[in-house]
């Protein structure tokens, strides 16, 4: 699996966390340049968080075969994310359903919530 972490500036063109109540946000970019069948594990480091509490997925590029609403963030059946410091993102193929291993999958834009 191969990936870049690009954060996003905000309207201060700041890219670092901002606060929001208790936590922190950030928004990025991710390029998933070569996907695996077991996803993508994204650090809070190179977001530069700490932590993870909440991941919302914003956008998508349409790229190699892949819809936007094919991405998910992968949890556990208890609900939890990959760990406390990272979360997993899993893409399908719009045709089959199935997962596209091997393929670029292009750019997820995200929003991530956690502590520094």
Same mark, same amino acid.
């Given at each position: 699996?191969?990936?870049?972490?690009?954060?996003?500036?905000?309207?201060?063109?700041?890219?670092?966390?901002?606060?929001?109540?208790?936590?922190? +946000?950030?928004? %990025?970019? !991710?390029?998933?340049?070569?996907?695996?069948?077991?996803?993508?594990?994204?650090? %809070?480091?190179?977001?530069?968080?700490?932590? !993870?509490? =909440?991941?919302? !997925?914003?956008?998508?590029?349409?790229?190699? $075969? /892949?819809?936007?609403?094919?991405? /998910?963030?992968?949890?556990?059946? %208890? *609900? =939890?994310?990959?760990?406390?410091?990272? +979360?997993?993102? /899993? *893409?399908?193929?719009?045709?089959?359903?199935?997962?596209?291993?091997?393929?670029?999958?292009? +750019? !997820?834009?995200?929003?991530?919530? $956690?502590?520094?």
């Amino acid at each position: 699996m191969t990936h870049t972490v690009t954060l996003l500036a905000d309207h201060k063109g700041q890219t670092r966390p901002r606060v929001s109540g208790d936590e922190y +946000f950030v928004d %990025a970019n !991710i390029e998933i340049t070569s996907y695996t069948e077991d996803g993508e594990v994204i650090s %809070a480091s190179s977001l530069g968080l700490s932590t !993870i509490n =909440a991941v919302m !997925i914003t956008g998508a590029e349409t790229a190699s $075969g /892949v819809a936007a609403e094919r991405f /998910v963030v992968e949890l556990s059946t %208890a *609900g =939890a994310y990959e760990s406390a410091s990272s +979360f997993s993102l /899993v *893409g399908t193929t719009a045709s089959s359903g199935a997962e596209s291993a091997n393929s670029d999958l292009g +750019f !997820i834009r995200v929003r991530v919530y $956690g502590n520094l």
